[in-house]
């Protein structure tokens, strides 16, 4: 089974950028589609974006789409997130996720693999 470590949260102010990454272990992530999640406190966790083995194919949801970028470096076995424009309400805890098979995926139900998480904090 893969062992997943996230990295790079920290607080920043509105309008900031953070770069997360979500390095694994244990097995080569390049046949598997990853995905970002985030759980805010009081909340659920929640699909933020997904890619598939070879990074061709992305998705975002709607609240960060167009400020968000997920990218993977199959060979370094490590994925990103790029988060730009920055805003109080993405203060969560972003884990990321490895899925069943090659596609993206959305539902937290379907990692089969899990981070620990890191904290982000956007002040207003």
């Known amino acids: 089974q893969v062992q997943l470590v996230e990295s790079g949260g920290g607080l920043v102010q509105a309008g900031d950028s953070l770069r997360l990454s979500c390095a694994a272990s244990?097995?080569?992530?390049?046949?598997?589609?990853m995905a970002w999640f985030r759980q805010a406190p009081g909340k659920g966790r929640e699909y933020v974006a997904t890619?598939?083995?070879?990074?061709?194919?992305?998705y975002y949801t709607d609240s960060v789409d167009g400020r968000f970028i997920t990218s993977r470096d199959n060979a370094k076995n490590t994925m990103y997130l790029q988060m730009n424009s920055l805003k109080p309400e993405d203060t969560a805890v972003y884990y990321c996720?490895?899925?069943?098979?090659?596609?993206?995926?959305?539902?937290?139900?379907?990692?089969?693999?899990w981070g620990q998480g890191t904290q982000v904090t956007v002040s207003s």
């Open positions: 996720a490895a899925g069943p098979g090659a596609g993206v995926f959305s539902r937290p139900a379907d990692a089969v693999s």
């Open positions: 244990g097995r080569a992530i390049g046949g598997l589609g």
């Open positions: 890619i598939n083995w070879n990074g061709d194919v992305t």
